[in-house]
């Protein structure tokens, strides 16, 4: 056997287990009834933040990014007309 029939059967008995321990999962999942899981019962379990500082630092970020992003586009294209 070549290495491209060990690639292919390695692949596959990967993705066998992997389908294997999906099935598995979901299985357990539906003795136990937590198939029946509603979308606001998972959205009150998360653990919600106290403050919003992380938010308002991201948010910080996005701008000052956008902001020099356009920054440097312009620049770039005035530099072009002169040259």
């Keep these: 056997m070549n290495w491209e029939s060990d690639e292919l059967i390695g692949n596959f008995e990967l993705m066998r287990w992997f389908v294997v321990w999906q099935i598995l999962c979901a299985i357990g999942s539906y003795l136990q009834r937590k198939h029946l899981v509603d979308v606001t019962e998972i959205y ?3 653990s919600r933040e106290k403050t919003k500082k992380p ?7 996005l701008v000052i ?3 020099l992003s ?4 312009l620049w770039t294209i005035a530099g072009e007309e002169f040259d």
Excluded: K
């Design 70 to 73: 356009l920054f440097w586009l």
């Design 44 to 46: 009150n379990q998360l």
């Design 55 to 61: 938010e308002a630092f991201q948010a910080g970020y």
């Design 65 to 67: 990014l956008l902001v």
